[in-house]
């Protein structure tokens, strides 16, 4: 038996920081005032301080001594860093799956994220689709069965989803070559094929680096 506590209330306003951040409400080098969030979402300072601490850990803010918490700033460097990291562990998740998969059962969860990817892709829905990409990786956890790779995943997943989110905003189109990538790599792992699957998230990795670039540089 699994038991999962429910998000305390500092991940809760975490994450609906995140989320604000993610879509650019919160633009990068703006500062997130503790009183004000407390006045907002009528809860505790220390509550707040909390979930700064957690988006400080995943790179979604800074926070100094004189200035507080900001949003962190995007630049090529970080975007260029983190998905060279973030391709590295889809390639690890990947080939997990490859080799411990057995029945066509096992590959049924990716199936339905697959068509929820094309639901919101028609709905140009970039939300839902950003977070059910992610879904893909979380669907490869239990065969990677890897808690310090869960961990490094969860902890970037809002960092790569801004990234995401930026580049699909200024270019919905590219949510088809997403599609078609994933499309690839289904077919690479119900091949048992960990080469093409590797082959596959290296392009995968490589193209979602230039579009976010891309984005940065037109923004």
């Not at 339905?112 to 977070?131: G, M, P, S, Y």
């Not at 995401?164 to 919905?172: P, S, T, V």
């Amino acid at each position: 038996m699994t038991f999962k506590a429910p998000d305390s209330l500092s991940e809760q306003i975490a994450h609906y920081l995140a989320e604000r951040i993610i879509r650019g409400e919160l633009k990068p080098g703006e500062r997130i005032q503790e009183q004000k969030v407390t006045l907002a979402l009528n809860v505790s300072r220390g509550s707040v301080r909390e979930a700064l601490l957690i988006l400080q850990r995943r790179h979604l803010i800074v926070i100094s001594p004189r200035r507080g918490a900001q949003v962190s700033e995007l630049s090529a460097h970080k975007v260029q860093s983190l998905c060279s990291l973030m391709s590295e562990m889809y390639i690890l998740l990947g080939i997990a799956v490859v080799q411990r998969w057995k029945v066509e059962a096992d590959l049924a969860r990716f199936l339905v994220i697959q068509q929820r990817l094309k639901d919101a892709e028609a709905r140009r829905d970039i939300t839902a689709f950003v977070d059910d990409s992610f879904n893909v990786m979380r669907a490869a956890f239990s065969f990677a069965d890897n808690p310090y790779l869960q961990e490094t995943v969860e902890n970037l997943q809002p960092a790569m989803s801004r990234n995401y989110y930026l580049a699909l905003e200024q270019r919905k189109a590219s949510m088809n070559e997403y599609l078609a990538l994933f499309g690839e790599l289904l077919a690479a792992v119900v091949a048992r094929d960990p080469l093409r699957v590797r082959e596959v998230l290296t392009e995968y990795g490589a193209r979602s680096c230039q579009l976010v670039l891309s984005a940065l540089k037109a923004g």
